[in-house]
């Protein structure tokens, strides 16, 4: 029965490496389109005085599903993120996030 269990455990850590190296091809993908936001949301903000509401969304939804990955990926929580789990919530468009 010991046995069964330890060949349990290790498919199970086979399949989250598999999950893991997923994961981190698509943080190589999320990363690079998160600098994309980040730089027209810069320009939007320098052309047009404020910041474009769906572009915030935008790069909160891309920050917490990188969020999502890191704490997968290290350990820290065994829920898969995106597309397995839903989307990372984002703060109420209404405040649109704006500490100015």
């Known amino acids: 029965m010991d046995s069964a269990v330890k060949r349990l455990r290790h498919e199970a850590l086979f399949f989250r490496i598999l999950w893991m190296l997923?994961?981190?091809?698509?943080?190589?993908?999320?990363?690079p389109v998160l600098l994309v936001v980040v730089v027209l949301q810069l320009l939007h903000r320098l052309l047009r005085g404020e910041p474009h509401a769906g572009l915030m969304r935008l790069g909160d939804g891309l920050g917490g599903f990188l969020?999502?990955?890191a704490r997968y990926s290290c350990f820290r929580s065994d829920d898969k993120?995106?597309?397995?789990?839903?989307?990372?919530?984002?703060p109420?468009?209404?405040?649109q996030g704006r500490d100015l």
Do not use: E, K, M
């Not at 994961?23 to 990363?31: D, I, P, R």
């Not at 993120?81 to 984002?90: G, R």
């Not at 109420?92 to 405040?95: C, I, P, V």
């Open 22 to 31: 997923v994961f981190g091809l698509a943080w190589q993908v999320a990363a």
């Open 67 to 69: 969020a999502q990955i």
């Open 81 to 90: 993120p995106w597309p397995v789990a839903d989307w990372p919530l984002t």
């Open 92 to 95: 109420d468009s209404d405040s």
